[in-house]
């Protein structure tokens, strides 16, 4: 520990975002970086708190606490405070394969366990992340690192999203051969297609980790669904283990009178598009443009879709949360170190304010009707207020409080509603067991699955979860089956 005064001597400081009314009119991520001394400044204000809780990557009531990578958080921030950013790198890729990913996208758990969190503001954790992975790549301190010996055995991993990346990096630094199947015309899946370029540049974040896979001897098979381009069949013949990372990619729907109508789409569908468009050059399949936009759902990708219309010129936008306003403070029942159920702006509402003076949130509502005009187009949306009736102990179920029925302007409505689980065709095909909920189930400790030499890792096998949790599947399923394949004791 570098400083053992320096929680007490200097104010929590984060990265400068560009301007709302700048950042609205290009695509360019909306983060600047935090000056070095700065940064220095952050890194000194790791208290040496004695038992840290920013690396513990727990559960508590459901949601994460913590680095589920479990990040040597208090390591790098002290060499960071020394101004060692070389060793500082070094010891985040001991446990984070992709840090310039979350260090952008990550919503950050370790910072809300925090022991400064308790009564003071958390330590910038994810902006020294972000910095020093960014240091990393500017002065060439990360290369490609092949494996020196390869061991004959050959991988396919399913899915190139976060989760499958990781997978595969692990996997053939440990000597095997990977093929990366991927279906979509570029690798990243949810990174590429899912997460808008103002959050993750894809050209000069996203793929040129890729391109440094590529050369460390990863092999991606793009425009490959496996199933239909390439039988699973083929994949238990020719390789030696599988690791299925396919996410959880269908999404849930809200089903209410109307919902037929064109003009209505998965956030997923409409995210895609717009950065199709964006990649490629291509007119707008579906757009905001001119239109009044209703985003039916919270979190990262309703404020995702937020952003975007506003991007594409949206006349207005209102985005509906089921759950009732939050406090500006922790409740009672909400203490340290659980995630903080409090009052935040992200960068889409900000954008949203600045543009129309308001945040465009409204909650305590959802919707339960789609109305069109005359000609048959989407025209409004009925909302309604939210009330919660306990069905069984301890169980609260919502539902619309009769006679307190709205109706909003809408000619675009984006559901925002997450994911109910990974798409079935392919785990079909493959044969491998499931539970309930649809998701990939077996010997979860380890990772594998009913099918022998079958492995699965991320959101397919723990249901929709943080890019933070697939990297760390990524990871613990490419050492089980790194011990698989070379015979080698468990290691969990």
């Not at 000069?204 to 496996?226: D, N, P, Q, S, Y």
């Not at 238990?236 to 009178?257: F, S």
């Not at 964006?278 to 309703?302: N, S």
Request: net charge negative.
């Amino acid at each position: 520990m570098g400083k053992p005064t320096g929680f007490l001597e200097y104010p929590r400081e984060t990265a400068p975002e560009r301007e709302p009314q700048a950042r609205l009119e290009d695509w360019h991520e909306f983060r600047l970086p935090l000056a070095p001394d700065k940064l220095r400044q952050q890194g000194a204000r790791c208290m040496d708190c004695g038992t840290p809780f920013c690396h513990s990557g727990i559960l508590l009531s459901g949601m994460a606490s913590g680095c589920p990578l479990h990040n040597l958080i208090p390591e790098w921030n002290d060499l960071v405070y020394r101004d060692l950013w070389r060793q500082a790198l070094d010891r985040l890729h001991r446990t984070n394969d992709f840090p310039e990913f979350t260090g952008r996208v990550c919503p950050a758990p370790c910072e809300a366990s925090c022991v400064l969190a308790i009564g003071d503001p958390a330590v910038a954790i994810k902006n020294i992340e972000y910095a020093i992975t960014e240091r990393g790549w500017e002065n060439g301190w990360i290369v490609p690192l092949p494996p020196r010996v390869r061991t004959g055995k050959n991988v396919a991993v399913i899915g190139s999203g976060p989760a499958g990346l990781a997978a595969a990096l692990q996997l053939n630094r440990a000597g095997h051969s990977v093929t990366v199947y991927e279906r979509d015309d570029r690798p990243g899946g949810l990174l590429m297609y899912g997460i808008p370029n103002m959050k993750l540049e894809k050209e000069g974040v996203l793929l040129r980790r890729i391109e440094l896979l590529e050369a460390e001897g990863i092999r991606f098979m793009l425009k490959t669904e496996v199933g239909k381009d390439v039988a699973a069949e083929r994949l238990y013949r020719e390789y030696d283990a599988i690791v299925v990372a396919i996410g959880a990619g269908k999404a849930r729907d809200l089903v209410v009178r109307g919902r037929e109508l064109p003009g209505i789409h998965f956030a997923l569908e409409y995210l895609t598009a717009a950065t199709r468009t964006l990649l490629d050059g291509v007119p707008e399949t579906i757009t905001a443009r001119g239109k009044d936009v209703v985003v039916i759902g919270g979190g990262d990708t309703g404020t995702d879709c937020v952003a975007t219309a506003l991007r594409q010129g949206c006349r207005s936008v209102v985005q509906l949360e089921i759950l009732p306003h939050p406090p500006q403070q922790r409740a009672p029942e909400n203490p340290w170190p659980e995630w903080p159920k409090v009052y935040a702006a992200d960068y889409g509402q900000k954008e949203a304010a600045e543009r129309f003076s308001a945040d465009p949130r409204r909650y305590g509502r959802t919707a339960i009707a789609f109305l069109p005009d005359a000609g048959g187009t989407l025209a409004s949306v009925v909302c309604a207020e939210v009330g919660w009736q306990e069905k069984k102990p301890g169980v609260l179920v919502p539902g619309p409080i009769p006679g307190s029925e709205t109706t909003l302007p809408a000619q675009l409505v984006l559901l925002a509603l997450g994911f109910v689980g990974p798409e079935q065709e392919l785990l079909d095909t493959l044969g491998v067991a499931r539970t309930a909920s649809g998701t990939i189930s077996g010997e979860n400790d380890r990772f594998a699955t009913s099918i022998p030499a079958v492995f699965a890792a991320g959101d397919c096998r723990r249901g929709q979860s943080l890019v933070v949790w697939a990297i760390s599947e990524g990871r613990r399923a490419a050492q089980e089956c790194d011990a698989f394949l070379m015979g080698k004791p468990e290691t969990l």
